[in-house]
T-cell receptor, first 113, second 120 residues
Framework: GNSVTQMEGPVTLSEEAFLTINCTYTATGYPSLFWYVQYPGEGLQLLLKATKADDKGSNKGFEATYRKETTSFHLEKGSVQVSDSAVYFCALSDRGGANNLFFGTGTRLTVIP | DARVTQTPRHKVTEMGQEVTMRCQPILGHNTVFWYRQTMMQGLELLAYFRNRAPLDDSGMPKDRFSAEMPDATLATLKIQPSEPRDSAVYFC??????????????????FGEGSRLTVL
């Protein structure tokens, strides 16, 4: 089946620290991979995506590379800011199927000044 | 900016009352999802529609929940009767799937801001 396993949180970092949030997946087909971000009191927003192996998605200083050999899509940012405090969700979409999104459990990130 | 609109944003009701949540998907999108978010369970898929037809509602408690799309611009999620355990944030999301190009679809979904339901 399709599933996503995401690093447990919460994660607390100082401003300008390096961020890694691990994500691994299992999929029956050839999925697209996503990171969504949820700021307090808001819905989920797409942060970045990758649709095929070795693609790198990037946005707002965040990056993630689609690694088919390790079935991973780890999120990284070189220097976090207080405004990055949010919950981050890794997700996959079974493009050959219903296009439903399968979400990880979410990782809460708090960045302190 | 095109966006998914949900109403109400907040709802407080008493156990046993009927609750209806509404969603206006992005114009032109042909797939609509309902998700529920709680601290304990995270994000759970309740139901989804393609071209207004229900494709999967296996995530919904059938005895009290119902989801419909009366037209392409409106999706509804109804709970009757509501219970305290239904307290959660309910999200609607929409996307566009080109059925003629399955492997070309990226699967991206656009989420509304959610309806926070509290059942006392």
């Amino acid at each position: 089946g399709n599933s996503v396993t995401q690093m447990e949180g919460p994660v607390t970092l100082s401003e300008e620290a390096f961020l890694t949030i691990n994500c691994t997946y299992t999929a029956t087909g050839y999925p697209s991979l996503f990171w969504y971000v949820q700021y307090p009191g808001e819905g989920l927003q797409l942060l970045l995506k990758a649709t095929k192996a070795d693609d790198k998605g990037s946005n707002k200083g965040f990056e993630a590379t689609y690694r088919k050999e390790t079935t991973s899509f780890h999120l990284e940012k070189g220097s976090v800011q207080v405004s990055d405090s949010a919950v981050y969700f890794c997700a996959l979409s079974d493009r050959g199927g219903a296009n439903n999104l399968f979400f990880g459990t979410g990782t809460r990130l708090t960045v302190i000044p | 900016d095109a966006r998914v609109t949900q109403t109400p944003r907040h709802k407080v009701t008493e156990m046993g009352q009927e609750v209806t949540m509404r969603c206006q998907p992005i114009l032109g999108h042909n797939t609509v999802f309902w998700y529920r978010q709680t601290m304990m369970q995270g994000l759970e898929l309740l139901a989804y529609f393609r071209n207004r037809a229900p494709l999967d509602d296996s995530g919904m408690p059938k005895d009290r929940f119902s989801a419909e799309m009366p037209d392409a611009t409106l999706a509804t999620l109804k709970i009757q009767p509501s219970e305290p355990r239904d307290s959660a944030v309910y999200f609607c999301a929409s996307g566009l799937v080109n059925m003629a190009a399955i492997w070309g679809n990226t699967g991206e979904l656009f989420f509304g801001e959610g309806s926070r339901l509290t059942v006392l």
